[in-house]
């Protein structure tokens, strides 16, 4: 601009010589763990949905490791061996979301509680690894079991939520899903007095599925 001096600009070695200064700074800043995570945060969610084999229970079980406390570190992995089996063999499959070969969440579904006298087919212990909320892990998850589902001939998802487990709660309902009748509210409450919900008010809900030509 007219009446200010001019600013000469920076000799090219100036430049030269900070460039590894500048590449250094940056890989410094991303060995910076709160830095890391918003890095993580903002990417959008990618990998793929399949059911968990027995040979995935020590995956499976890194998935489950922060629900159990340092001392107790050891049961990890036969927790998730009898998970995967007695889903198995209670008809159902648990299904898992990876991401570069990592199990990021997962949760079980299908006709669970049979045994408990409570037909059709239920969402039980949705659970993302802490280091990966926020990205939509559980919302993928989710929309691949309804989509699976369908296939399959379901008609209709249900799912049991402890009524204080708000984002589990704005999750299911983001989703789709809708409060179940209260006759099944008041059943699963009589059946499990508060076992899945600590004691907690139990909230029901239910999603209709479309109608598929796929096999029942």
């Excluded at 079991?145 to 708000?166: F, K, M, P, S």
């Amino acid at each position: 601009m007219k009446g200010q001096p001019r600013v000469p600009p920076l000799p090219f070695h100036y430049v030269r010589l900070r460039l590894p200064f500048r590449m250094d700074l940056r890989r410094h800043l991303l060995a910076w763990a709160p830095l890391r995570s918003l890095v993580r945060l903002s990417r959008p969610m990618r990998g793929r949905c399949r059911v968990a084999t027995l040979a995935d229970a020590p995956a499976v079980g890194e998935l489950m490791r922060p629900l159990f406390p340092a001392a107790a570190r050891s049961e990890v992995l036969p927790a998730a061996e009898r998970l995967l089996s007695e889903t198995a063999r209670g008809g159902g499959a648990y299904q898992i979301l990876e991401e570069e070969g990592r199990i990021v969440a997962g949760c079980q579904v299908g006709p669970l509680l049979q045994s408990a006298g409570l037909d059709g087919c239920w969402i039980l212990g949705l659970w993302t690894h802490p280091a990966h909320r926020g990205r939509g892990a559980g919302e993928r998850l989710i929309r691949e079991v309804l989509r699976a589902a369908a296939e399959r001939g379901e008609t209709r998802l249900y799912c049991h939520i402890a009524g204080d487990n708000q984002p589990s709660l704005a999750l299911f309902r983001k989703v789709g899903f809708q409060p179940a009748p209260p006759e099944l509210t008041a059943r699963v409450e009589e059946r499990f007095h508060g076992a899945f919900t600590q004691g907690c008010e139990v909230k029901v809900f239910e999603y209709a599925l479309p109608l598929h030509s796929g096999p029942r």
